[in-house]
């Protein structure tokens, strides 16, 4: 930097101040030594700050508007120093997190809230992903927590806790779909009409899709396709009343809804930085989990 982070702090004071020999005082600083570095300043700025007419130096116009700029040089010098300090504590220099569309919580945008509360400077990263697919980006590391519909089983080096809130996924079709109106619909009634799945890669290399299917990567473009009347489809509920209630119908059909557990993921492999420990610790809080330092 071409101007001294001393000087810039001596002009901001005496400017807040209105006095060098108050901002000496604050600073611990000979008045000669504040005078002579915003001295120094103004020849490097080819400016002058103060105004020094009277007995009590006033800031120029110039003064003014450089004062501003002096204080958001400051704060970001002080964002400089908190981030290295959180970095050399253990502070990952980004978190990544994958998000199942089945997962939708008023307590986690309570805590996202508090998260960017406390760690301000670090970059989230959100993905989205479904099933399989979801739990290959967190053993891969590119990913470091997840959320998903609960599985049968994840891989050994994958750790999993169960949260406390579970999700609703609903079959829903378009208003002017012939099943909108009926009741009572069973497995075969649906047969008869096209299924929109969901497909992730994985799950698509281990199943056989149904003849009469269309399918996407995402619970929102199921959505879509159903809104447009292509056929019937199983999504959250949560997606439903946010994005089109007004458009779609849900299905009286028999073993629906279901009540779908969601599971925290991490990593047993790749050591969860501060952001992240802390993130894993607030979503098992409400479910009376805790996991041990990574």
């Not at 009741?183 to 096209?194: N, P």
């Not at 396709?225 to 458009?247: C, E, K």
């Amino acid at each position: 930097m071409r101007h001294s982070p001393e000087a810039l702090l001596a002009f901001a004071e005496a400017a807040m101040l209105g006095s060098f020999s108050a901002a000496a005082r604050k600073l611990g600083k000979s008045q000669s030594t504040i005078s002579s570095a915003i001295a120094n300043l103004e020849i490097d700025l080819g400016l002058t700050l103060f105004d020094r007419s009277s007995r009590k130096p006033r800031l120029t116009a110039h003064g003014q508007v450089m004062l501003g700029r002096v204080q958001e040089i400051l704060a970001a010098g002080d964002r400089l120093d908190r981030s290295a300090a959180q970095l050399a504590g253990g502070l990952e220099a980004r978190l990544s997190i994958v998000l199942s569309d089945t997962y939708q919580s008023d307590r986690f945008e309570e805590i996202l809230s508090a998260f960017e509360h406390k760690f301000p400077d670090l970059e989230l990263e959100c993905l989205i992903a479904e099933h399989g697919d979801l739990v290959v980006l967190v053993e891969s590391g590119r990913a470091q927590i997840g959320l998903v519909a609960a599985q049968g089983s994840y891989p050994p080096d994958i750790g999993a806790a169960t949260l406390s809130e579970l999700s609703e996924i609903a079959l829903f079709v378009a208003r002017s779909h012939p099943l909108a109106v009926q009741a009572d619909i069973t497995r075969e009634m649906l047969g008869d009409y096209r299924e929109l799945r969901l497909n992730t890669y994985l799950d698509d290399a281990e199943r056989q899709p149904p003849l009469r299917s269309w399918s996407a990567p995402s619970y929102l473009m199921l959505l879509e396709m159903a809104v447009l009347g292509f056929g019937w489809a199983a999504i959250p509920r949560w997606q439903v009343n946010r994005f089109a209630a007004d458009s779609l119908v849900e299905l009286k059909a028999r073993g629906w809804p279901q009540r779908v557990p969601v599971d925290v993921v991490w990593s047993r492999q790749c050591q969860l930085g501060l952001a992240g420990h802390w993130l894993l610790q607030a979503l098992l809080a409400g479910s009376g989990r805790a996991i041990a330092a990574q």
